[in-house]
Nanobody, 122 residues
Framework: WAQLQESGGGSVKAGGSLRLSCAASEYAWKRYCIGWFRQAPGEKRRDLASIDRDGAINYWGYSRKGRFTVSKDSSENILYLQIDNLKPEDTAMYYC???????????????WGKGTMVTVAS
């Protein structure tokens, strides 16, 4: 059974919304931080947003433009990513990661899900 399992991706038209889910094992959920990352075709994986053990939320780069909202349900060990007003440039594989290093960026993550694909048509 995977430590992290993403779901909720799909093909949508520009302007639409999606909510991605990441179901975490108890082990993964207890890491210092858990977050969302994405990898567009031909590009490296990039940070999007993370939540640390204290509940502090970080949004990086592109996700700071306000269309991305990360949240969690600690009763179910699920991390969510709401993406609104989707754009074609949001087309990417979206990954959930968890790790114990301070900073909670991609380099801090040691556990990864297999990803869920989001395709946005113009």
């Amino acid at each position: 059974w995977a430590q992290l399992q993403e779901s909720g991706g799909g093909s949508v038209k520009a302007g639409g919304s999606l909510r991605l889910s990441c179901a975490a094992s108890e082990y993964a959920w207890k890491r210092y931080c858990i977050g969302w990352f994405r990898q567009a075709p031909g590009e490296k994986r990039r940070d999007l947003a993370s939540i640390d053990r204290d509940g502090a939320i970080n949004y990086w780069g592109y996700s700071r433009k306000g269309r991305f909202t990360v949240s969690k349900d600690s009763s179910e060990n699920i991390l969510y990513l709401q993406i609104d007003n989707l754009k074609p440039e949001d087309t990417a594989m979206y990954y959930c990661g968890a790790g114990d290093q301070y900073g909670c960026s991609e380099h801090a993550m040691t556990l990864w899900g297999k990803g869920t694909m989001v395709t946005v048509a113009s």
